[in-house]
């Protein structure tokens, strides 16, 4: 009987064992997301190549607050969920949005609002203002007409046919459409494909890169 019990408890330990080693938290996961982003390294890395940089080009990125001051009560309060200030003063703000949201269009404008009219207090010049980027990696199509997983979206004159202003900027990760015949460069792709990774095969193999 007792070699039963020890059997059977041995054998439990094995499946637990073995359940603990498939487990993963998949990068996509909001606690995770964070998580990654608040490793130096990691985050240099994903930020290098959103701004199509060599990682040794940037000297610091530094994890800011993450909810947007309020000037009054009644104002609506934004919580990012990376905010990061690089050496020159520009902030990014890195949003992971795993389920479709309505309005998400509204919600990014009013983060990036909020983090451009921030910088600057009463008395001081407009020239201090730096540039601010909103990066969203979605996990839902919010253009599903075209076959382009990665964009960036700036203010446009349309008359001139030129960017008017490069202080302020919008990134687009749609990570469903890496299933499809999916268009961007291929070192966002890959931090995509790392960002969509559903196995610990997956990920192991993004990870190289």
């Not at 094995?14 to 938290?25: G, L, P, S, V």
């Not at 940089?53 to 940037?58: D, L, S, W």
């Not at 200030?85 to 520009?90: I, K």
């Not at 202003?165 to 919008?170: A, F, H, P, Q, Y």
Request: neutral net charge.
């Amino acid at each position: 009987m007792r070699n039963n019990k020890r059997k059977r408890k041995t054998q439990n330990k094995r499946r637990q064992t073995a359940r603990n080693e498939d487990f993963i938290m998949k990068p996509s996961v909001d606690w995770c997301f964070k998580e990654l982003m608040r490793n130096p390294k990691t985050r240099k890395g994903f930020i290098a190549v959103l701004l199509q940089v060599k990682p040794e080009e940037i000297d610091e990125t530094i994890l800011l607050e993450n909810e947007l001051p309020k000037e009054a009560e009644e104002e609506k309060q934004g919580i990012l969920d990376v905010h990061v200030c690089l050496a020159d003063g520009m902030q990014i703000d890195i949003e992971m949005q795993v389920f479709y949201v309505e309005y998400w269009d509204e919600r990014l404008l009013f983060y990036l609002s909020k983090m451009y009219a921030g910088q600057i207090k009463a008395g001081e010049s407009y020239s201090i203002l730096k540039k601010c980027i909103q990066v969203s990696v979605l996990n839902f199509e919010r253009f599903p007409d075209d076959d382009f997983c990665y964009r960036t979206v700036h203010f446009w004159d349309e008359m001139a046919g030129k960017k008017y202003t490069d202080k302020l900027e919008i990134q687009i990760l749609e990570l469903p459409k890496l299933q499809k015949k999916a268009s961007g460069p291929e070192d966002v792709m890959e931090w995509m494909r790392f960002f969509r990774g559903q196995n610990k095969e997956e990920l192991k193999e993004v990870a190289k890169g």
